[in-house]
């Protein structure tokens, strides 16, 4: 447990490093997440007043699409210095490996939602402080579950051909679950009457979910990447 | 074409041909009428969808980890099938949907997940075609992730309240509405395991012919 | 192969045929009147028709496909083992 612990903190150590430097996927992620929640704004708010329940939709959306823009970005900087080779060759618990690209772009989407959230708020009048606790379990299981399958899915199509467009294809079907949980949630937690019972539920379908995909990404992490 | 095969297509055609006067036979339901009738491929096509999503995660988890290329040729007829299946079913509910619930779909758990499964497979055929070499191990992950999918499908129904009839319809159907039901389900499985032979045998014999090449590349 | 092909569609269409040929089933047929809301008036069978036209189809026109995928397989195989042979 001790080793796959220490490979995993050296993992998430060294894309930090390398983040630090330049910022580079921090920033450009955080840009486009905002432009996002903008864009459906102006698509979605009617006279200035937003449509009733879009908040937690757009909230989500913006997420996903910059959540998968992030897992991109990260393993083409891997795949262009052919680090990530490197990283299977080094005798490390494979698992581990897995582990430490998630732990990273964790730490990535929690400062993006960081941004988000009290944008959504401020934009579309959402009670993000109503049940604070329950919102960020509902945000942290929900990107937790979107990531776990997102990384492995990343990781697999480094070295395969039309990556760019085939990540969103496989992935958006894969996470629907995870998205429609996050959404009717974060709805529950939002709408004129916050409904916190509901929201639990759909926070317990989500702890289900990522417990289901993050074993079996552990699970299959080694056979899918070794050749 | 084994012999076996050849029974399954054999029963299967002669199933398919009979199927209409047994569909015909049955009775109308007393509240749906005729349309109710569209169910008795509609369910076959879903049940048939679902096992080849559970075949091909099946298979594509056993390539995983013994790298037989049997088990890889097995998971793409799967899923190939699955995408079949999975088109009957999602054409044919519709169709009856309009005339039951009065709307061509509904966004509930059921359907929603239905969809998204056949999705998955098609992004799984997708993948196959365009992902390029080493596209057989991605897609097998991505078929083991997508048969998790299925419990999910069907416990949904069972979970929330939905316009889709429960699962426990089924046992509690009279008989004259049963024997077409079982009839059919009998067939469209037949069916499935001659296609799936088929296609798997297509399977194979394309890494034959790869191979081939690949030895006449090198004399 | 080619034999077998010709059979399964021969098959195949024998029930369509027969299923247009047949009377439809008339209302009174086992359905307590009272319960059919006016809206049953309206042809419930062409979405019958429709569906089920739609499953004939597309389950021929995939064993179709396959049958000349497998046959263009052997084909090649055949001539593949002839020149390596």
Redesign the interface.
């Known amino acids: 447990m001790n080793a796959f612990l220490r490979v995993a903190v050296l993992v998430v150590r060294k894309d930090l490093t390398v983040e630090v430097r330049s910022f580079e996927v921090l920033s450009t992620t955080l840009f486009f997440a905002v432009t996002v929640v903008l864009i459906f704004a102006f698509g979605f708010v009617k006279e200035g007043v937003p449509l009733d329940g879009v908040a937690a939709a757009i909230l989500w959306i913006a997420l996903a699409f910059s959540g998968t823009l992030a897992l991109g970005r990260t393993f083409e900087r891997e795949r262009q210095a052919d680090t990530l080779r490197a990283l299977m060759l080094a005798p490390a618990d494979r698992p581990a490996l897995y582990a430490g690209k998630l732990a990273g772009i964790l730490l990535l989407m929690a400062l993006v939602e960081a941004v988000l959230v009290p944008m959504v708020g401020l934009m579309f009048q959402a009670p993000i402080f109503e049940a604070p606790l329950l919102l960020a379990g509902l945000l942290a299981a929900g990107t937790l579950g979107f990531a776990a399958v997102g990384t492995l899915f990343a990781a697999m199509l480094v070295r395969a051909r039309s990556r760019d467009v085939l990540l969103p294809v496989l992935l958006y079907p894969m996470t629907v679950p995870v998205m429609i949980a996050g959404v009717r949630g974060t709805a529950a937690l939002f709408q004129s009457e916050p409904d916190p019972g509901l929201a639990q539920f759909w926070l317990a379908l989500l702890v289900f979910f990522d417990a289901v995909f993050v074993t079996l990404a552990l699970w299959t992490f080694e056979p899918l990447m070794t050749d | 074409?084994t012999t076996a095969v050849?029974i399954q297509?054999a029963l299967a055609?002669?199933m398919?041909?009979?199927?209409?006067?047994i569909v015909?036979a049955a009775?109308?339901?007393?509240?749906m009428?005729?349309?109710y009738?569209?169910y008795f491929?509609?369910m076959p096509?879903a049940w048939m969808f679902m096992l080849a999503a559970i075949v091909s995660g099946v298979a594509s988890a056993r390539y995983?980890?013994t790298k037989n290329p049997k088990s890889d040729a097995t998971a793409v007829a799967a899923a190939e099938l699955a995408v079949?299946f999975g088109?009957?079913a999602l054409?044919?509910g519709p169709?009856?949907a309009?005339?039951a619930w009065g709307v061509w779909w509904v966004w509930d758990a059921r359907l929603?997940?239905s969809l998204?499964?056949f999705?998955?497979f098609v992004?799984y055929l997708?993948?196959r075609q365009?992902?390029?070499p080493?596209?057989e191990?991605?897609s097998?992950?991505?078929a083991?992730?997508?048969m998790?999918?299925v419990p999910?499908i069907y416990v949904s129904v069972n979970v929330w309240r939905t316009l889709h009839p429960k699962t426990s319809v089924v046992p509690t159907l009279p008989v004259e509405m049963g024997i077409p039901l079982w009839f059919c389900v009998t067939a469209f499985l037949l069916?499935f395991l001659a296609?799936l032979s088929?296609?798997s045998?297509?399977e194979r014999?394309?890494g034959?012919?790869d191979a081939?090449?690949l030895?006449?590349d090198e004399? | 192969m080619r034999h077998l092909r010709l059979l399964l569609t021969l098959a195949l269409l024998v029930g369509p045929v027969h299923a247009g040929a047949q009377p439809q089933p008339s209302p009174d047929e086992f359905v307590p009147i009272s319960e059919i809301p006016p809206e049953e008036r309206i042809p419930a069978i062409n979405l019958v028709a429709a569906a089920y036209a739609f499953v004939w189809v597309a389950v021929l026109g995939y064993v179709w496909t396959l049958g000349s995928r497998l046959k263009k397989a052997e084909d090649e195989i055949a001539r593949l083992e002839r020149k390596a042979g």
């Not at chain 2, 398919?16 to 006067?21: E, K, S």
């Not at chain 2, 009775?27 to 509240?31: D, I």
């Open positions: 074409m050849k297509l055609t002669l398919f041909a009979v199927a209409p006067w015909n009775p109308h339901e007393a509240t009428g005729l349309v009738k569209i491929f509609h096509s995983l980890f079949l088109l009957l054409v044919t169709l009856w309009r005339k929603t997940s998204m499964l999705l998955i992004a997708l993948l365009f992902g390029g080493g596209s191990k991605l097998a992950g991505l083991l992730f997508g998790a999918n999910f069916l296609l088929l296609r045998s297509l014999q394309r034959r012919i081939l090449y030895a006449e004399a």
